[in-house]
């Protein structure tokens, strides 16, 4: 099983990002939550959103309700982030994370003027 993110980047504040998170080598991946997290320098890696099997739920931790987005494309064994209003704040190496508990490399976002 392979999880590769991509789309993180250099971003002003107030910017947006999309990021991509694409599952290879598991045949069941519309079976499973996938969720997001997070890691800044010198910080526990954190939750930052859940989206369900099928995408009909999802959640977030409050410091990003409202401005970020999941998604989830079955068909393309694909998990995305769609992150608005960015902030210094948000600057982290991002984390795709597949139920079973398998991780992705990670993709840097640096929000910074």
């Known amino acids: 099983v392979q999880l590769v993110e991509s789309g993180g980047g250099l971003v002003q504040p107030g910017g947006s990002l999309r990021l991509s998170c694409a599952v290879s080598g598991f045949t069941f991946f519309s079976s499973y939550d996938m969720t997001w997290h997070r890691q800044a320098p010198g910080k526990e890696r954190e939750l930052v959103a859940r989206?369900?099997?099928?995408?009909?739920?999802?959640n977030y931790a409050a410091s990003v309700k409202g401005r970020f987005t999941i998604s989830r494309d079955n068909a393309k064994n694909t998990v995305y982030l769609q992150m608005n209003s960015l902030k210094p704040e948000d600057t982290a190496v991002y984390y795709c994370?597949?139920?079973?508990?398998?991780w992705g490399q990670g993709t840097q976002v640096t929000v910074s003027s």
């Open positions: 989206i369900t099997s099928s995408g009909s739920a999802t």
């Open positions: 994370r597949l139920a079973l508990g398998y």
